[in-house]
């Protein structure tokens, strides 16, 4: 059994809506693209047959992994009324000792934004911001042993 995904609404209808299309839009239009590529003649060195063989392998391999993730996914609300972190949540945190805010995003890497960086939920800062709230001091530790503390300047979803 694959390792659940928690996903936002919007992103969960998001890669709904991109399996829909490869399964039917994308499809035919590979189907259309290797039908022409073999009308050219000879497969063993038609470039178009094998660029659009390629490209549907590749198409392919994005439904599966899309199926795969939208089948173990859990949809879930990023801040609760009481502000408390949670997966879907964007965070602006300034490290100890850094004058800098940076914005991220806690969850699926499919989670993406324009300008928000990514954290995984069960990286080490993932685990360790879930559950605090605004104004909150978190310290975890990262892979290679160092112990890092970030203050929770804001909280959004």
Do not use: C, W
Not at 17 to 46: F, V
Not at 64 to 71: G, N, S, V, W
Not at 85 to 94: E, H, N, P, Q
């Amino acid at each position: 059994m694959a390792a659940e995904t928690r996903l936002s609404p919007e992103t969960y209808e998001r890669l709904q809506a991109e399996l829909d299309d490869l399964k039917t839009r994308g499809r035919i239009e590979i189907a259309k693209a290797i039908e022409a590529a073999r009308a050219l003649g000879d497969l063993s060195e038609n470039g178009d047959y094998h660029a659009a063989k390629d490209t549907q392998g590749k198409m392919e391999a994005r439904i599966r992994q899309l199926q795969a993730t939208l089948e173990d996914a859990q949809v879930v609300q990023g801040v609760g009324s009481d502000g408390i972190i949670d997966v879907g949540a964007t965070v602006s945190l300034r490290y100890e000792g850094d004058d800098e805010v940076e914005r991220f995003l806690i969850g699926s890497i499919e989670e993406r934004q324009e300008g928000v960086s990514v954290i995984s939920p069960e990286s080490a800062l993932g685990q360790a911001l879930r559950g605090h709230k605004q104004g909150d001091r978190v310290e975890y530790e990262t892979p290679t042993g160092a112990r890092l503390t970030v203050e929770v300047v804001e909280v959004g979803s």
